[in-house]
């Protein structure tokens, strides 16, 4: 059974950074791809960055240059690093995972969530 539990977020103001951490478990981490998606009040959850299993990235268009995804194969754990806050970026975050992902930003593809951290971005 696959665990996903994020932590690190929290409240800040417009132009800070905050680092969301997914701690994952149950499931041998290199064999799957890995997500982080955002869903805000009366807003549809979407894909925000994205790791495949070959270590490839892919990022939204609204956060590309701000936020950084990795992962730590050794201590399965996926982090998202989140520089330049804007407060259209508040929302709840959400780790993703699964084993076959076409599409890295697409919430369909993926099987496994954790229950998410809130982030808030003050202007």
């Known amino acids: 059974q696959v665990q996903l539990v994020e932590s690190g977020g929290g409240s800040v103001q417009a132009g800070g950074s905050l680092r969301l951490s997914c701690a994952a478990s149950?499931?041998?981490?290199?064999?799957?791809?890995m997500g982080w998606f955002r869903q805000a009040p009366g807003s549809e959850r979407e894909g925000v960055a994205a790791?495949?299993?070959?270590?490839?990235?892919s990022y939204a268009d609204s956060v590309k240059g701000r936020f950084t995804i990795s992962k730590d194969n050794a201590k399965n754990t996926l982090y998202l690093q989140m520089n330049s806050l804007k407060p259209e970026d508040t929302a709840r975050y959400y780790c993703?995972?699964?084993?076959?992902?076409?599409?890295?930003?697409?919430?369909?593809?993926?099987?496994?969530w954790g229950q998410g951290t809130q982030v808030t971005v003050s202007s």
């Open positions: 149950g499931y041998t981490d290199s064999r799957y791809c």
């Open positions: 790791i495949d299993r070959d270590g490839s990235t």
């Open positions: 993703a995972a699964d084993i076959w992902v076409d599409a890295l930003l697409d919430r369909y593809e993926y099987n496994y």
